[in-house]
Nanobody
């Protein structure tokens, strides 16, 4: 059973950067495609970036060119480098399989971008 724990969020000014980390106990090899999801003011969690087991990446248009997702098998971690942050990037960030598995949701990490 894989458990995913997110960290790295915080408060940052617009234009700043953050690096989120997702630690996977149980290893990443059991997950084909893993992604980062963002939850804004509502309950919906939207996929913003994903990476396949072979390293292929995909991004939502809202973050393309600003965010970079990567996975480190040696450390069992998935990262999200976020640059040029905007206030609309504010929200809870969660890592999960793509499509999301209900039993993989963790506590998430909060990102707040001030204008």
């Amino acid at each position: 059973q894989v458990q995913l724990v997110e960290s790295g969020g915080g408060l940052v000014q617009a234009g700043g950067s953050l690096r989120l980390s997702c630690a996977a106990s149980g290893g990443l090899f059991s997950i084909n495609t893993i992604g980062w999801y963002r939850q804004g003011s509502g309950n919906q969690r939207d996929l913003v970036a994903s990476v396949t087991i072979l390293g292929g990446t995909n991004y939502d248009d809202s973050v393309k060119g600003r965010f970079t997702i990567s996975r480190d098998y040696a450390k069992n971690r998935v990262y999200l480098q976020m640059n040029s942050l905007k206030p609309e990037d504010t929200g809870g960030y969660y890592c999960n399989e793509v499509p999301a598995a209900s039993n993989y949701w963790g506590q998430g990490t909060q990102v707040t971008v001030s204008s």
